[in-house]
């Protein structure tokens, strides 16, 4: 049965929307002014908006009345138009010969044919695979699909990753061991339609903040919702159960809750029996896991344990949603693993209000692992390993099978590689690690022990601030593309203004240096289009089938969910609708999962736990969000969020110390976190970065790093150290009406910034 959205109990939509929509409807103010159809460039609900343009420019910003949104933007969709022609934007390619000399603007001739020339230089003396390259999850589609092919083709070097690595890996690697596809199996809609919602290791209001109006929509029909996260998050705190786990325990968390499930008889052994493999081993494994025992590995209530198993597997539609919360860790993926394994177990699969669901954090996050750009996989999701997709690809390039390099290495491996030499050239897009990797000193020396780095950013980022050679490319706004949202559905970015002098798209970039390396005839691309239409041959037949996929029929619809294979397709919203997984024989493979402990142990030096997150005025390393003045103005700096049990105040400067070095911030003081725990946010870089402090151990199958857990301790301090100004080229300063309040030496009012 069909639900229309705006149907609600008496009085609860107004309450819920009390100053959440305008007042009328929005329109153009001026008579010259446009307004350009798109979608914001950050997190993976992709909010649709129109950008206000006049005489040229983007001014200004309207929500849009798209499906996914319906009208609402979160802060930063609200500013991020700023960044289009924010002073900071670099205007010019950058250029130094060793990291002792300045950068200085040169000519893109002179940066490209030395950029060339050094590849060729390393390649020539040390091997192709001495040069690595490492792409991002924020760039449209096609330029991902062309990292990978570039990294292959004209770079023929193994060595390519992206920052997704750091993201949706262990959520990929479970689906596809579970599934045999890799993406959420149903709409954001279909949470309007369920009576329990699990939210696991996600800050839905604060990392995803539009997409809580979906849950409150739920709510409203009287839906439950259970949340599990160490921290009493804005919407834990409206929770029928909140479970404050201890970081680092959700696999044996899971497993009790599913002991229960089978050991009450709630689940749906009917559809365990026709749809699953691994039935009986996971039995076998879960009954180690009684709620006792997970009490004592968790730190929480056993009775709590039971009441999430009867909650969630008594109603007749319950939904399962996780992020980084339960996926940053050495065991990332096997705690996918048993959330699924709950959802299947009790029949939640395949149905309008009953599923499962990953919560992509970048922009394109699910369109950025989709087509090449990872490590082990070629476009449509296609394995490197396998010699049939080896050949189908290699045919479509144009090039021999045995001319394509085998699997590479991850991007945490790749640091690693660089400080050992094995990789001595290295090229960057849209991707920022001296903020984003663990352990910021390993990181640096990585980095510096390079003989060649070149980056492609529209901000001269800390990494790019390292680097021989800078390359200012375009933002979102200045052309076309596509993205993948959290839905896997298929949405297009619009052009709203040409980019300013100097700049170039990250297409042009790949193209030129693709023709200096000789490789030119395999590059022919004059636009994202021309990028698009080969990606849709290159998927054609494969699991993340977007052949039938087109700009018009995006345009048509509001967005087409993959697999779509031929141009009368209408996508597919919802998936295993028919109980067939991806699978060749059509089963769900159930996986057994033991919980293991953290990789930093815990002892009398460190015995507190340390865990990181995101705020909602700032996203990932912050080269975009800490340049815009109302965003650093909500929330100018990081701080530590600890309990009152501890002793100290809210201002007071804490020195927050793990293996791996030590950072002081202002207090937090706050009963939302357990006591054992601390949290600091990450988008901030040395000598104020969380990423100074976490540890580079990583999940062996998906090699995601432990973000969410490592052991620390807490020391007073006399002062809170200063945050730094975003770097900037030689000769220029940091746009000042966007940096004023970095000054303030206390923490933010609550976590969601100033004022809440």
Not at 224 to 247: F, G, M, N, Q, Y
Request: aromatic share 8%.
């Amino acid at each position: 049965m069909s639900v229309d959205p705006t149907l609600t109990p008496p009085g609860t939509r107004n309450f819920r929307d009390a100053g959440g929509l305008p007042a009328g409807a929005w329109r153009a103010l001026y008579g010259d002014e446009t307004l350009v159809p798109t979608h914001c460039c950050f997190c993976g609900v992709q909010c649709g908006m129109y950008l206000r343009v006049r005489g040229g420019k983007v001014f200004g910003v309207e929500p849009r009345n798209h499906d996914i949104n319906r009208m609402r933007l979160c802060p930063k969709g609200l500013n991020a138009y700023q960044q289009v022609n924010h002073p900071d934007r670099l205007t010019a390619p950058l250029l130094r010969t060793s990291r002792d000399a300045d950068l200085r603007p040169v000519s893109w001739d002179d940066a490209l044919d030395y950029t060339a020339g050094r590849i060729q230089a390393i390649q020539a003396e040390h091997g192709v695979d001495a040069f690595g390259m490492l792409g991002g999850a924020s760039l449209f589609t096609e330029k991902t699909y062309l990292v990978g092919k570039f990294a292959r083709v004209a770079l023929k070097t193994r060595h390519v990753d992206y920052n997704g690595r750091l993201c949706m890996v262990s959520a990929a690697g479970a689906n596809k061991l579970s599934f045999g596809i890799d993406r959420a199996a149903n709409p954001f809609a279909d949470i309007l339609l369920t009576d329990c919602v699990l939210i696991a290791g996600s800050n839905v209001g604060e990392c995803f903040p539009v997409m809580t109006q979906y849950l409150w929509g739920a709510r409203d029909r009287g839906a439950k919702l259970i949340v599990v996260d160490p921290r009493e998050t804005s919407v834990a705190r409206t929770a029928d159960i909140h479970v404050a786990l201890r970081p680092g325990t959700d696999a044996a968390f899971f497993n009790a809750v599913l002991h229960v499930v089978i050991r009450e008889g709630l689940g749906d052994q009917e559809y365990v029996d026709e749809h699953t493999t691994g039935w009986d081993d996971l039995a076998e494994t879960v009954r180690a896991y009684p709620p006792e025992r997970a009490a004592e590995i968790c730190g929480v209530p056993a009775e709590q344990v039971e009441q999430v198993a009867r909650m969630f597997a008594t109603a007749p539609k319950a939904m399962a949603w996780h992020a980084r919360g339960i996926e940053h860790h050495t065991q990332g993926v096997e705690n996918c693993l048993t959330v699924i394994n709950l959802c299947v177990a009790t029949g939640n699969l395949g149905r309008p209000g009953a599923g499962y669901g990953t919560i992509t954090g970048q922009g394109n996050g699910q369109g950025g692992r989709e087509h090449g750009q990872k490590s082990d996989q070629l476009p449509g999701g296609r394995s490197i390993n396998d010699p049939v997709h080896r050949r189908q690809i290699a045919e479509i390039w144009g090039i021999d099978e045995a001319d394509l390099p085998q699997a590479g290495t991850s991007m945490m491996e790749m640091v690693h590689q660089m400080s050992r030499g094995e990789i001595r050239g290295l090229f960057g897009m849209c991707n920022n690690p001296f903020v984003s990797l663990p352990d910021y000193a390993v990181v640096k020396a990585g980095y510096d022990a390079l003989d060649f780095h070149a980056q492609c950013d529209f901000f001269l980022s800390e990494t790019a601030a390292n680097a021989h050679v800078v390359l200012p490319v375009t933002t979102w706004t200045e052309d076309d593309g596509v993205m993948a949202n959290a839905e896997a559905r298929v949405i297009r970015h619009r052009k709203a203004q040409e980019p300013p002098n100097g700049v170039r798209t990250d297409t042009w970039v790949l193209c030129e240096l693709a023709r200096r390396l000789g490789a030119g005839d395999k590059f022919a691309f004059t636009s994202s289009a021309d990028v698009f239409s080969e990606l849709r041959i290159a998927s054609r037949g494969t699991v993340n089938d977007y052949y039938g996929i087109t700009y018009e029929r995006i345009e048509e619809t509001g967005g087409i969910a993959w697999p779509c294979p031929d141009l009368d397709h209408p996508g597919t919203p919802r998936l295993f609708e028919d109980g067939r997984s991806y699978h060749a024989a059509g089963k769900i493979h159930l996986q057994a999962v033991e919980w293991h402990p953290p990789a930093d142990p815990y002892d009398d030096d460190f015995p507190m736990r340390l865990t990181t997150g995101r705020t909602v005025a700032h996203f990932l390393s912050g080269n975009q969000t800490r340049r815009l003045g109302g965003l650093v103005e909500q929330t100018p700096r990081p701080w530590v969020e600890i309990h009152p049990s501890h002793g100290y105040a809210t201002g007071e400067a804490v020195t927050v110390v793990t293996r791996r070095g030590e950072a002081t911030f202002p207090a937090l003081v706050t009963e939302a976190i357990r006591p054992d725990t601390v949290f600091v946010p990450y988008h901030w870089p040395f000598p104020v970065a969380a990423n100074a402090l976490t540890i580079d151990a990583l999940d062996p199958r998906s090699k995601i790093p432990e973000y969410k857990v490592c052991a620390c301790r807490l020391e007073r301090a006399t002062a809170v150290v200063d945050v730094p100004a975003p770097p900037m080229p030689p000769g220029r300063e940091a746009y000042p009406a966007a940096q004023a309040a970095r000054s303030d030496p206390n923490p933010p009012t609550s976590s969601q910034g100033r004022g809440f």
